[in-house]
């Protein structure tokens, strides 16, 4: 989840050869989560309130073609996909990011993930591509030009002004903050701060015209978990969930007490420092594959949204 992205690029694909997915985040299920034990019961009601509402590998199969759209956001820690038929996501699925694996191995991993799924090769219309990894992205690329017959749409400064924002560093942001930054402008009906729990942890600002205001950085959790752990020489590993209480009586109680409780502390200090700097309302997005182990722990959180950076690239699809 690194912020910069300054090697990004954009690769084309003729609008003849291309079928636009819109998105509609009304349409999309979002994931119910439970409080944890320890929580509080005050934090565990709200939180329960968020949830009310022409290639070798390319195969023709017979029967009806169904177009769908596959978003590829390439993070630090993992790459995660989504399939959208339209403005419905259908599924998603992760693979983990090493620089070190060939395109046939990821074809190796891909192939099977969206057949266990039902998705077909011939189905993938198009794709979108995000990236915060650079030594990945030519051969994710290729590998959608090998398997689907097009190059994806790559996310990155040569298309940043034919979306709906304004950037005020475009080539220092990333990728994937600008698509949680659309997907947050094009649904939250005004203002929003976007936290996303990754491998870095992040707070993107949007304000209601759309410009995105600025972003505040930390250490993700896991990854203030491993340093952690790498540099001292008897504090072990521990499971990143929340204590029954903040003073430890054993070592992984007392870790987990500092790192989660901290986090909570943390999340909601930036939070309260960015509205007032913002000056007007706005509603607070929880994402990333993390965020669901400090949301019980605080009550700044107005949506949950485990797939936004994915929702962000389809939208992005309807502008490109």
Not at 45 to 55: N, Q, Y
Not at 77 to 103: H, N, P, W, Y
Not at 138 to 148: E, Q, T, V
Not at 286 to 307: E, Q, S, Y
Request: net charge neutral; with cysteine.
């Amino acid at each position: 989840m690194s912020p910069l992205d300054a090697g990004a690029t954009c690769l084309s694909i003729p609008a003849t050869a291309r079928t636009v997915c819109p998105i509609n985040a009304a349409s999309i299920k979002k994931p119910v989560f439970q409080a944890q034990a320890g929580a509080g019961v005050g934090l565990a009601k709200r939180w329960d309130s968020l949830h009310a509402g022409a290639c070798l590998d390319r195969q023709e199969e017979p029967g009806h073609i169904r177009p769908m759209l596959l978003a590829i956001d390439i993070g630090n820690t993992d790459i995660v996909c989504g399939v959208f038929e339209g403005r419905k996501l259908l599924s998603t699925f992760r693979m983990r990011s090493q620089a070190g694996k060939t395109q046939d191995e990821y074809a190796a991993s891909l192939n099977p993930l969206l057949a266990e799924r039902g998705h077909a090769l011939v189905d993938i219309q198009r794709s979108v591509m995000s990236s915060v990894v650079p030594a990945l992205s030519p051969i994710m690329a290729g590998l959608c030009l090998r398997l689907f017959g097009a190059a994806p749409t790559v996310l990155g400064p040569a298309l940043y002004g034919l979306l709906p924002l304004r950037l005020p560093s475009p080539r220092q942001i990333g990728t994937d903050l600008v698509a949680n930054a659309l997907a947050a402008f094009s649904t939250a009906g005004g203002a929003a701060i976007v936290a996303d729990f990754g491998t870095a942890l992040s707070f993107t600002a949007v304000a209601a015209d759309g410009r995105v205001l600025g972003v505040a950085i930390a250490p993700g959790i896991a990854t203030a978990v491993s340093s952690l752990t790498r540099n001292t020489a008897q504090l072990p590993e521990v499971e990143l969930e929340a204590p029954p209480q903040v003073i430890g009586t054993d070592t992984v109680m007392s870790i987990q007490a500092g790192v989660m409780h901290g986090y909570a502390g943390l999340v909601m200090h930036l939070v309260s420092m960015m509205k007032a700097e913002m000056g007007f309302p706005a509603i607070v997005i929880a994402t990333g594959g993390l965020c669901g182990k400090i949301a019980p722990l605080v009550d700044c959180f107005d949506r949950i949204d485990m797939d936004l950076t994915l929702q962000g690239l389809a939208i992005v699809a309807e502008y490109t």
